[in-house]
T-cell receptor
């Protein structure tokens, strides 16, 4: 079945550092790909998405490119802030329209 | 525009009891999905409702059931609660248009503790 694998955390960075969180997927067909963010004690917020190969999703300085050849959707940000501290989830949506999530990567950014 | 709301925010039950969780969709949305998020894990799909009909179900037993109402709000019912049902239950609403990659918008969740 469909699955998502994320790099294991936790990830700890200093403010203004470069962030990469790796995400790879297994799916039949051509899924849509998402990054969601979860702040402490809250639900999930959509960060960005891409629906076809080579699409780049971007929002709030975060970017991810849908790479069909490597089945990847890595999340990047050039300069993280303390307010980016949260748990990040990679997810795919196939034909059934349900979201399949990775286990999440906890990011802590220190001042 | 009102976002997705869920009630209650927290709940404590004992093993064997039954629980009902509620969700109000974002205005204009016609589809509701429910997810279970265990501590430290990613959300797991329970089921989805579209126009009051179940439209897909994950690997959860029949004691997990749901409803969607004409105003597109929804309930998740869990019978015969087990300790492993302790989790954050997330509701997400979306607008099904037949397009690809329709975004699901999540509520804040209901945290259920089963003792």
């Amino acid at each position: 079945g469909d699955s998502v694998t994320q790099m294991e955390g936790p990830v700890t960075l200093s403010e203004e550092a470069f962030l990469t969180i790796n995400c790879t997927y297994t799916a039949t067909g051509y899924p849509s790909l998402f990054w969601y963010v979860q702040y402490p004690g809250e639900g999930l917020q959509l960060l960005l998405k891409a629906t076809k190969a080579d699409d780049k999703g971007s929002n709030k300085g975060f970017e991810a490119t849908y790479r069909k050849e490597t089945t990847s959707f890595h999340l990047e940000k050039g300069s993280v802030q303390v307010s980016d501290s949260a748990v990040y989830f990679c997810a795919l949506q196939g034909g059934s329209e349900k979201l399949v999530f990775g286990k999440g990567t906890k990011l802590t950014v220190n001042p | 525009e009102t976002g997705v709301t869920q009630s209650p925010t927290h709940l404590i039950k004992t093993r064997g009891q039954q629980v009902t969780l509620r969700c109000s969709s974002q205005s204009g949305h016609n589809t509701v999905s429910w997810y279970q998020q265990a501590l430290g894990q990613g959300p797991q799909f329970i089921f989805q409702y579209y126009r009051e009909e179940e439209n897909g179900r994950g690997n959860f037993p029949p004691r997990f059931s749901g409803l969607q109402f004409p105003n597109y709000s929804s309930e998740l019912n869990v019978n015969a609660l087990e300790l492993d049902d302790s989790a954050l239950y997330l509701c997400a609403s979306s607008l099904r248009t037949g397009g690809k990659g329709e975004t699901q918008y999540f509520g804040p969740g209901t945290r259920l503790l089963v003792l």
